[in-house]
């Protein structure tokens, strides 16, 4: 493509969006849905429960240590696909671009999509370009919307939550907000911090085969682990009581947080996951995560108990007992 | 909600994001698959094959005569299904909110959403709210993505368009472009334009009964029916031939059009399809559509040609007959 800038007419439904689907999006994400060129894609579901998802991303900046907005995009709705119980199988794509953005970045951009997909195994099957004129929007803001396949037998509402049950993180938590933080604000760490950006579905996959003992799974994006054990408390009406020293913390991550009077209990992941396992088979499943690279530092970090019914309680490294409130107010604005 | 404007906090994840969510969205647009309050919707799909696509609505103003933005994210969406051929059952909708946007505004378009949702048989089933910084979007945007079902028998791909077929429009042309376009300038005219903004569910569910007696349709948005006439010719691999006289233009617009030096064949259209019908029973299609009011103007314009292959032929007024090309360049930004 000649053009070195994404211009209004990119965006017009005429010859030049053609062009750019052509040379751009059918060219890196390639599969046979998007072939026919039609207002949209006919899928082919397997047997089982559907369950449909959507985000949009609105990061910024739109490169940063560890990913972009274009493998945010995809991992952010694949994995709560996979927080849904479901495989992940079919994403749409819908683009808004602020005029006068670097073809170049467009194209990195669509390219790290193509790449996480197949990483992800989902294919990329029907899109929507929008293009609006600078100033009315910030370099590209990204959907995606995920449909995937639960198998029979898997159920992870967070009304299966009982008391005993144990909470487990798949592993570090807060490298996401931190990164993005830190990039934002020009700061540098002796030992740098990426996004945790990664698609979980193997950690579904892992799961999969544990059936009923798997009572819940939720991904702790915006708000943090904070907020995700809040909603499953609220939504369970049962307590949840965390050990702060049992939760997993990158070092450089826990250092920069106490410098910047953060807290990574309330900060942003997009690899990782909260999960609500049945005490008997909790250590089996607990050491098959661990074999797999995305969930090596998998914890146990609490329990699930009666009472206090709907809040969560966490056990401070000096010994206290004190209430872990949902995220107030606004932490770091455009996370994701 | 005592908060008269939209806060970065309502993107946070946290307390006010839920706030959000319960206090508009699940009071709007109140289903029982919202319900959950989980990361996405199990869907309760019926026999048939699936059919998913998405679009993003960034129009500027966001309402206008005949709609506003929110109708226009249920509408846009649910007829890119139908044009698939597919019964439009469920929708996700994603809203980036600019910080500061009215409360009240909001409400507005939810109800919109939810209206206009009813009216089309569809659920908003699960959904996602971001918000950027005062100048990081305007306004709002919204995508929607929708999944439908198509019954047996039913297949409107473009490569099933045969010499001899008839081209039908549902109604006139160019009304949504022209009242965006007339609201934004400040025009105003003795009869005053409104936007045809309208699911057109109520088509698809004519055309069914004819099964392969429908070739095709598509909803000329972007570009207008001369960039959808080009598309279906390329993607056919026909010619097709349509007479101008014949082609319905509300005199308003025409008018108009004419004064501003546009052409109503090039200007989005939000409420409209353009159908190809084998010639058999074309007549009987069509007097089925006219008994529908959103298709009460419907009429033949024109037929496909095996010559020349890939190109839309116009007969103009005058009687001469000239190539109408697809739209080049930007027309009218952000139409949609």
Known sequence: MKIDRVLLAHGSGGLMSQQLVEEIFKKEWNNSYLEPMLDGALLDLPAGRVVMTTDSFVITPLFFPGGDIGKLSICGTVNDLVACGAKPLFLSTALIIEEGLPMSDLIQIAQSMARTAR????????????????????????????????????DYRPQRIQPGDLVVVSGTMGDHGLAIMARREGLSFSTPVNSDCAPLFRIGQVLEAFGGNVRCMRDPTRGGL???????????????????????????VAGACDMLGMDPLYMANEGKMVIVLAPERAAEILAELQKIDIAAEAAIIGEVRAEPAG??????????????????????????
Chains 1, 2 share one sequence.
């Open 311 to 336: 809040l969560v309680l966490i056990e401070t490294e000096l010994g206290a007992e004190r209430i872990l409130g949902i995220l107030e107010g606004e932490h770091v604005p455009r996370i994701c």
């Open 119 to 154: 990483e992800a195994g989902v294919q990329l099957v029907t899109g929507d370009t929008k293009v609006v004129e600078k100033g009315s929007a910030d370099g590209i803001f990204i959907n995606t919307t995920g449909i995937g396949v639960i198998a029979e037998g898997i």
């Open 226 to 252: 904070a907020t995700v054990l809040n909603e499953l408390a609220r939504q369970s009406g049962r307590g949840i009581k965390v050990v702060e020293e049992d939760i997993p913390v990158n070092p450089a």
